[in-house]
């Protein structure tokens, strides 16, 4: 529903304009003084399309809306005749050239994900149980399960349609009517039964594909379908929209995408398996040296989301993948392997700490933590990381490595290499090629010198602070170092609006202050991550900085939370303090306007930590990717301790 009608719902449920006493917004949530509380239907509210959450708090109804809380508020203020302004959104710069490309791909291909991996790990496992003879092929049980395995691939045009649409902003429901449309039997069967006289369309003939096995030809026809309906939608009056849009958008697009697009889409497919094919029948185990050396750079850089479509359009037309993921697999255990070799040498207990809990995660194929955090910061375990896998994916290019799903490459997705007909040799294969890249990228750190990291400064957590490497793993927030404080040498280059440290995600300390998960902390809204993944702070000094560079969207009215987005598109909300809203902008001083650009380090706002505390208000500030939906995950770098500011906060993982 739009915000008018979600306004609307809103006021009607909690207990209509004559139960509101007042009403107001902070960054995220709606807030309401009611006369009655039991007349607010708050379960009811809480399935409202546009709701995050609902709750009663300090005498106070919220409801949490999110990063679009200002918009609904303008329509319920209406509603309610009080009057005021609020302030919008500035819309976050767009991406140029290769990176526009980049941000296309990932944007479509991310929010996926978990069907893909899903479905791509209980493949794996089956192939496990058959080979055990745990499952016979033939049983109920399997074919079921081989059902769900199977289902994402096949149906792969209708997941893209979904994450297409919201990429480019168009109806997702008509965009799964496009894709349902080359899934349709009469196109389906036209190809399974070879028909020799094309089906024709204004006596132009339609190119026969099975559209289950591209992904490229619903990506194109989404993109035509988001220009069609904005020419369309201006030309039809308002009270007939619903009626004729949607029907005119889809007769002009579905015949465009059948003739032509779905074709070129088809043809740019094929081209792109007949490239991959020809890359290892002529340079063989090159092929596997050059990029699975560069795979962490490639990754770094945001250059894997290249290979996605190629990935996907493989593991559906032939059933498995020779570059992408078997790569990521040898270079994810190299790196692995010169974190657990940082591990064994080092005498820093702070770097041991983070040695370990990043090589846990690399292990499992999470490996920012160890790329950031250890390898690149010490620069030579980075380059023997890029020797190991270099001789891993010379290896396993060499033999011919198959991966038959689709999963984050780590120790877990092993049983993706197991044949579909339990066949074990490409198995040994896949655990050859994680021996050679581990044993020579350990055995290369070991070999060499590295400068070790100062850490007499205090501030710098010792490793009981930062706590164990069972409790990281357990909160899925392992730990990568933050620079050496004194040794400014170790520390990467500066972050640029084009850096690669953007293109990954850091976001960097606003405050300096003691870390507090978001679990632990008294309110709901945030401990149930209702507004976004993250970490929070309990502030030392009443200061808060950029956290990278990017542009100041929206500024509370209280002025207690402020609202950024980076150059990448990362939105992050600094909440200082809880239920700080109530003080009605007292205390706090904001020193940027909506809409200014500012640089990592600028000075937002200044509080009075003394004033606030007087006044009961818990200080404890929540640092939140609030468009956390568009990342795989959002890992804070430390858990404990104390943090200064400016330092390593939170990575966000694509």
């Known amino acids: 529903m739009n915000h008018q009608e979600l306004s609307k719902e809103i006021i009607r449920l909690t207990g209509g304009q004559e139960n509101i006493t007042q009403a107001w917004h902070c960054i995220t949530r709606l807030r309401f003084n009611v006369r009655e509380e039991k007349k607010v239907q708050l ?3 809480r399935t409202l399309d546009g709701v995050l959450g609902a709750q009663f708090q300090n005498d106070q109804f919220q409801v949490v809306i999110g990063n679009k809380v200002a918009a609904v508020y303008e329509e319920l203020e209406d509603q309610l005749k009080q009057g005021g302004t609020t302030q919008t959104e500035a819309e976050p710069p767009r991406s140029r ?21 899903g479905t791509g790990m209980l493949k794996g496992i089956l192939a496990l149980l058959v080979t055990l003879g745990a499952i016979q092929e033939t049983s109920g049980e399997y074919q079921i399960l081989a059902s769900i395995a199977n289902a994402a691939f096949y149906f792969l045009p209708f997941l893209l349609a979904v994450s297409s649409a919201r990429k480019f902003k168009v109806n997702e429901y008509i965009a799964l009517t496009l894709a349902g449309t080359l899934l349709y039997p009469t196109i389906l069967n036209a190809y399974l039964e070879n028909h020799l006289e094309p089906i024709r369309f204004l006596s132009l003939p339609v190119s026969i594909v099975n559209y289950t096995q591209f992904v490229i030809p619903i990506i194109l026809g989404v993109w035509l379908l988001s220009y069609v309906h904005r020419w369309v939608d201006r030309f039809i009056p308002g009270p007939v929209k619903v009626i004729f849009t949607s029907m005119i958008v889809l007769v002009i697009t579905v015949p465009i995408l059948l003739i032509a697009i ?19 029948a002529h340079s063989g185990p090159l092929t596997g040296i050059v990029l699975g050396g560069l795979m962490p750079v490639i990754v770094m850089t945001g250059m894997h989301y290249a290979f996605f479509p190629g990935t996907l359009q493989n593991l559906s037309k032939l059933g498995y993948d020779v570059l992408l993921l078997p790569l990521n697999l040898v270079a994810n255990m190299s790196q692995a392997g010169a974190v657990m070799a940082v591990f064994l040498k080092t005498k820093n207990k702070s770097m041991k700490s983070i040695a370990l809990s990043s090589g846990i995660s690399a292990f499992l194929g999470i490996t920012e933590p160890a790329i950031y955090g250890v390898t690149l910061k010490l620069k030579k375990p980075f380059y023997a990381s890029i020797i190991g896998g270099a001789a891993g994916g010379g290896f396993i290019t060499a033999v011919g490595l198959k991966c038959f799903g689709f999963a984050v490459p780590g120790l877990l997705s092993l049983p993706l290499y197991i044949g579909p007909n339990g066949g074990m040799a490409n198995f040994w294969y896949a655990l050859i090629g994680v021996g050679i890249s581990f044993v020579v990228s350990f055995t ?12 007499q400064q205090a501030a710098v957590p010792s490793s009981s602070e930062q706590g164990s490497a ?13 620079t050496d404080r004194s040794n400014r040498e170790l520390a990467p280059p500066p972050v640029s609006v084009h850096s690669i440290e953007e293109k990954k995600g850091e976001i960097f300390s606003p405050l300096t202050g003691e870390l507090v998960l978001l679990k632990e902390l008294p309110d709901p809204t945030f401990a149930e991550e209702m507004t976004g993944k993250g970490i929070a702070i309990y502030p030392k000094e009443g200061r808060v900085t950029a956290p990278f560079e990017g542009t100041v969207t929206m500024i509370a009215k209280s002025k207690h939370a402020i609202m950024l987005t980076s150059s990448s598109g990362i939105d992050i909300l600094i909440h200082v303090g809880l239920n700080s809203v109530s003080l009605k902008g007292q205390f706090f ?8 650009r500012v640089n990592k380090g600028d ?3 200044e509080f009075d930590i003394e004033s606030i505390q007087a006044a009961g208000i818990d200080l404890i500030t929540p640092v ?4 956390t939906p568009d990342y795989l995950d959002v890992v804070p770098v430390q858990v404990k301790g104390v943090i200064p500011m400016n330092e390593l906060l939170l990575l966000t993982v694509r």
Do not use: C, H, M, R
Request: net charge negative; hydrophobic share 50%; no cysteine.
């Open 624 to 627: 939140i990717v609030a468009n």
């Open 444 to 455: 290369v750190t070991l070999l060499l010198k590295w400068d070790e990291p100062n850490t």
């Open 43 to 45: 379960e009811q509210i």
């Open 470 to 482: 069972a409790e990281l793993t357990e909160e899925k927030a392992t730990i990568a170092p933050t």
């Open 262 to 280: 779905g074709p070129l889409g088809n043809y740019i497919g094929i081209y792109l398996e007949i490239g991959t094919s020809w890359l290892f």
């Open 97 to 117: 050239g290769i990176n526009a490309v980049l941000d296309t791909i990932s944007g479509i291909f991310t929010p996926i994900l978990p069907a893909i991996v």
């Open 589 to 596: 001083d904001a020193k940027v306007v909506t809409g200014q």
């Open 603 to 605: 000075l937002l706002l």
